[in-house]
């Protein structure tokens, strides 16, 4: 009577130990998985943020290209390099944000798999410490224990304590199993989570090397834009020089015409072969596009000039023609930016001007009729194509608008 007393006691103690072990493995709280909503939405909006600072330099490059391939201001190129650069470094500065963001992400899904880790080292044990005791007591002793009560109710106690060990075993084996998945999870997130952070590193050293670049390119830009500028103000100071030597030489022929008038036996023609009927009806020395017309002009910098005729592009070796008659005043042989120049005096004090010649036809003191052959296009300005500078000077040393003379090609 007394060791069915102890064994009882044993049984139940037993049971309640294991009940307390068991119920404590099963109830243990689930991982959470890795992936915050937080993060994920904060890297969701940071790679967005980066397509769109993408395609916003993908234009600004699609820009560029147009602008090499026409006829552009320098500083609407350089003004592009500053935005791409500008783009560039906010893309630098996005990449950083969403490393550091996957770097956050990393470190939460760590610590989970550590925890989830750490709770199947113990899930294992218990599961461990079940089977040795469910091997030392063997296969009959739950048969034995039930046998072993003293009373209907001590029976119906038992069965339920013994049914109740049953499902905290099987509940644990499923934590097990369920700790098992987590943990695969938890490292296949790792494993993605470290691919992004290797290809989010990869495409910050690119978009820095981009910015380095630019920055380059920007400083390339702007020498040659001042460098460009240097050489605009030499050359438009030039051109005034070589305007201001053509005006005085006219006024020196000016002056001499005038006093020849003085003498007697002058062969010098008084009245202008220049007629206001001309206006509009006066054929073009040359056929072509015009490239630069008369009056004041704005170029690189700001830098100011005045045409006192208009450029006829035409190529070069084309015949100019005199468009009207009159004498050859003055040939000028080289004058600078307009190269090789013709003089013709058409009487009372008018004058025409054709520069920019590749040759010269006629000597000076030539007479020359209305639509003759004067000479031919060439290129003497390195800063424009072939063509003829011609001026109308119909009073004197003032220079007017010749396509007011011209006939009109519409």
Do not use: C
């Not at 069915?4 to 006691?9: E, F, G, I, T, V």
């Not at 990393?106 to 199947?120: G, M």
């Amino acid at each position: 009577m007394r060791g069915r007393l102890a064994h009882s006691r044993f049984f139940l103690t037993a049971v309640f130990v294991t009940l307390a072990g068991t119920t404590a493995a099963a109830q243990a709280p689930t991982p959470t998985p890795p992936t915050q909503q937080n993060a994920t939405e904060r890297l969701q909006k940071q790679r967005e943020e980066l397509d769109r600072i993408r395609r916003e330099r993908s234009d600004l490059e699609k820009r560029m290209r147009d602008l090499r391939t026409t006829v552009h201001d320098l500083s609407e190129e350089r003004t592009n390099i500053e935005r791409q650069a500008e783009a560039t470094s906010r893309a630098v500065r996005t990449l950083d944000q969403q490393l550091q963001s996957l770097g956050e992400e990393e470190n939460s899904a760590t610590a989970d798999l550590i925890r989830a880790q750490d709770e199947l080292a113990g899930k294992r044990a218990a599961l461990q410490h079940r089977v040795r005791e469910i091997y030392k007591r063997g296969a009959m002793y739950s048969f034995e224990a039930m046998l072993s009560a003293q009373s209907f109710g001590e029976l119906v106690a038992r069965y339920k304590y013994l049914h109740l060990v049953a499902q905290r075993d099987q509940a644990l084996v499923q934590r097990v199993e369920l700790l098992r998945s987590v943990i695969d999870r938890q490292r296949q997130t790792l494993v993605l989570l470290h691919d992004n952070v290797e290809t989010s590193r990869q495409e910050k050293s690119d978009e820095e090397k981009r910015l380095r670049g630019l920055e380059g390119e920007r400083s390339r830009s702007l020498q040659q834009a001042q460098s460009k500028q240097k050489q605009a103000a030499a050359r438009y100071s030039q051109i005034l020089k070589d305007e201001q030597r053509l005006t005085g030489a006219i006024a020196n022929l000016e002056s001499e015409r005038k006093r020849a008038e003085g003498r007697s036996g002058t062969s010098i023609p008084t009245t202008s072969t220049l007629k206001t009927s001309d206006f509009g009806k006066l054929d073009w020395p040359v056929e072509g596009d015009i490239i630069y017309r008369f009056g004041r002009f704005v170029g690189t910098g700001g830098t100011t000039l005045r045409w006192n005729g208009v450029g006829i592009s035409a190529p070069e070796g084309t015949p100019v023609k005199a468009v009207t008659a009159g004498t050859v005043a003055e040939v000028f042989q080289s004058l600078s930016t307009f190269g090789p120049t013709i003089v013709l005096h058409n009487g009372g004090g008018a004058y025409t001007v054709y520069s920019s010649l590749g040759k010269i036809s006629v000597s000076k003191g030539a007479k020359i009729a209305k639509g003759q052959m004067i000479g031919t296009v060439g290129k003497t300005d390195p800063e424009l194509g072939p063509h003829l500078h011609f001026e109308i000077r119909p009073t004197g040393q003032q220079a007017v608008d010749p396509l007011e003379w011209l006939r009109s090609r519409r």
